[in-house]
């Protein structure tokens, strides 16, 4: 049972916009920036998003985050088939004294 | 380009310890944290702990309190990360990340290219 919630899988088809929630906590989403990593199949995770909303250099700008309250999405416009990947939030917890990690969501592009 | 190259794989019985050793290339070491996250197969990503390399002051996660330590060299810039008293469910694949810190954010760039630690008899 992941600290983070997501749901456990999202689809769309090519040139669609998909949204991935993750909800949280007062002593993790609420109180800390939130961060979203792409996992490709068979490769480790890369940065995606990094303080609720920034982009690393790099990564197209299809891909955007906000974050309200307890709550974060991370939004993919515009879906590609080199998408499909699997999509995890995170952020540092207070109470628990650790980086915390949603359980992951499978994208499927259609 | 900053990188971290891990270790390869390694296979271990119940009960040994392991040692993932992480290298880092392209950036000062001491100026970044390391943590290490794992990932059983299918399963999602599980944070382990996190040492500064300039000070090397740790933090673990509870679950693994007492199993896992994470040291480095500063002289050839690589990280470690040992776990000991194995078991089945140990089996996983162990990352470790360069952590950047702003504020009230904390987030891993990059990755290495994980180690799979395989605990069977």
């Known amino acids: 049972q992941s600290v983070l919630t997501q749901p456990p899988s999202a689809s769309g088809t090519p040139g669609q916009r998909v949204t991935i929630s993750c909800s949280g906590s007062?002593?993790?989403?609420?109180?800390?920036?939130v961060n979203w990593y792409q996992q490709l199949p068979g490769t480790a995770p890369k940065l995606l998003i990094y303080?609720?909303?920034q982009r690393p250099s790099g990564v197209p700008d299809r891909f955007s985050g906000s974050k309200s309250g307890t709550s974060a999405s991370l939004a993919i416009s515009g879906l590609q088939s080199e998408d499909e990947a699997d999509y995890y939030c995170a952020a540092w917890d207070d109470s628990l004294k650790k980086v915390v990690f949603g359980g992951g969501t499978k994208l499927t592009v259609l | 380009q900053v990188q971290l190259v891990q270790s390869g794989a390694e296979v271990k019985k119940p009960g040994a310890s392991v040692k993932v050793s992480c290298k880092a290339s392209g950036y000062t070491f001491t100026s970044y944290d390391i943590n290490w996250v794992r990932q059983a197969t299918g399963q999602g990503l599980e944070w382990m702990g996190w040492m500064n390399p300039n000070s090397g002051n740790t933090g673990y996660a509870q679950k693994f309190q007492g199993r896992v330590t994470i040291t480095r060299n500063t002289s050839i810039s690589t990280a470690y990360m040992e776990l000991s008293s194995l078991r089945s469910e140990d089996t996983a694949v162990y990352y470790c990340?360069?952590?950047?810190?702003?504020?009230?954010?904390?987030?891993?760039?990059?990755w290495g290219q994980g180690t799979l630690v395989t605990v069977s008899s």
């Open positions: 007062s002593s993790n989403i609420g109180s800390n920036t």
């Open positions: 303080s609720n909303n």
């Open positions: 990340a360069r952590a950047r810190r702003l504020g009230r954010g904390y987030w891993f760039d990059p």
